[in-house]
């Protein structure tokens, strides 16, 4: 029997005219039971995170993000060091069960052996958490060190650790090659989170050339057993776009 399909509302997306505590509770009125963040938490005191989530589950959250921030930039070792250390306190201290290190904008040669280094560090150094690394399409973030797929799954192959594990942001993998579901079959064993997004919109998910409806049982068939990360720009209040929610678990 597959797992019933469930939602994670990215707070770095959604509600993001709202301060981040609240953002928590409006995921919560809007019958979300999980969440991911940014570094917003990073920034927040972690009593009143837990407060505010009041058990709601966290999927997962970003290491520090900015131009200047990633594990692939060269000459920023001990910074990308300091921002993923700082993460997995965050992510230990408000219960989030992995941490994005990203690895930032940058064509450097040097840029994979830089993010493998990083990666098996922090995935030695936090056997509890799982490890994601995220593929960016160039349209959505140009020079992006990482952009696809594959690329990602040479990464992991280097690093060979089990808890580090690949982002699958939809939308990211439709804009740099298509197949999605190809190459989610393929590297189903090597992903850690999926996220979700209407194709060329990244409107609500029921928008846009990508149809969740075959998309996400083929997801569970596969093997992915996760939330589904709802990383998306609302076309008007998302409330008001949410009908997709519904349709989707119907």
């Given at each position: 029997?597959?797992?019933?399909?469930?939602?994670?509302?990215?707070?770095?997306?959604?509600?993001?005219?709202?301060?981040?505590?609240?953002?928590?509770?409006?995921?919560?009125?809007?019958?979300?039971?999980?969440?991911?963040?940014?570094?917003?938490?990073?920034?927040?005191?972690?009593?009143?995170?837990?407060?505010?989530?009041?058990?709601?589950?966290?999927?997962?959250?970003?290491?520090?993000?900015?131009?200047?921030?990633?594990?692939?930039?060269?000459?920023?070792?001990?910074?990308?060091?300091?921002?993923?250390?700082?993460?997995?306190?965050?992510?230990?201290?408000?219960?989030?069960?992995?941490?994005?290190?990203?690895?930032?904008?940058?064509?450097?040669?040097?840029?994979?052996?830089?993010?493998?280094?990083?990666?098996?560090?922090?995935?030695?150094?936090?056997?509890?958490?799982?490890?994601?690394?995220?593929?960016?399409?160039?349209?959505?973030?140009?020079?992006?060190?990482?952009?696809?797929?594959?690329q990602a799954a040479?990464?992991?192959?280097?690093?060979?650790?089990?808890?580090?594990?690949?982002?699958?942001?939809?939308?990211?993998?439709?804009?740099?090659?298509?197949?999605v579901l190809a190459?989610?079959?393929?590297?189903?064993?090597?992903?850690?989170?999926?996220?979700?997004?209407?194709?060329?919109?990244?409107?609500?998910?029921?928008?846009?050339?990508?149809?969740?409806?075959f998309l996400l049982?083929?997801?569970?068939?596969?093997?992915?057993?996760?939330?589904?990360?709802?990383?998306?720009?609302?076309?008007?209040?998302?409330?008001?776009?949410?009908?997709?929610?519904?349709?989707?678990?119907?």
């Amino acid at each position: 029997m597959t797992a019933p399909i469930t939602f994670s509302a990215n707070l770095g997306f959604l509600w993001k005219d709202r301060p981040f505590l609240e953002r928590i509770a409006a995921a919560r009125a809007a019958g979300f039971q999980a969440v991911e963040f940014h570094d917003d938490a990073q920034r927040e005191d972690a009593a009143a995170v837990r407060d505010a989530l009041g058990g709601m589950t966290v999927v997962g959250l970003n290491a520090r993000m900015g131009e200047d921030a990633g594990a692939a930039l060269p000459g920023r070792d001990e910074a990308a060091r300091a921002d993923i250390a700082e993460a997995i306190e965050t992510a230990r201290a408000v219960g989030a069960g992995a941490v994005h290190v990203l690895s930032g904008i940058t064509d450097d040669a040097g840029g994979t052996d830089r993010l493998v280094a990083r990666l098996t560090e922090a995935a030695d150094a936090a056997t509890d958490l799982v490890m994601l690394i995220e593929p960016l399409c160039p349209q959505a973030m140009p020079g992006s060190f990482l952009t696809t797929v594959e690329q990602a799954a040479d990464v992991l192959s280097r690093v060979a650790r089990p808890n580090a594990k690949i982002m699958f942001d939809c939308f990211h993998v439709q804009r740099a090659g298509g197949d999605v579901l190809a190459r989610f079959r393929t590297h189903v064993g090597a992903i850690g989170h999926v996220q979700i997004a209407g194709g060329l919109t990244r409107q609500e998910p029921d928008r846009g050339e990508l149809d969740y409806r075959f998309l996400l049982p083929a997801f569970r068939e596969a093997g992915y057993d996760g939330p589904f990360g709802c990383e998306y720009n609302p076309a008007g209040t998302v409330e008001d776009g949410l009908s997709w929610m519904r349709e989707l678990t119907a």
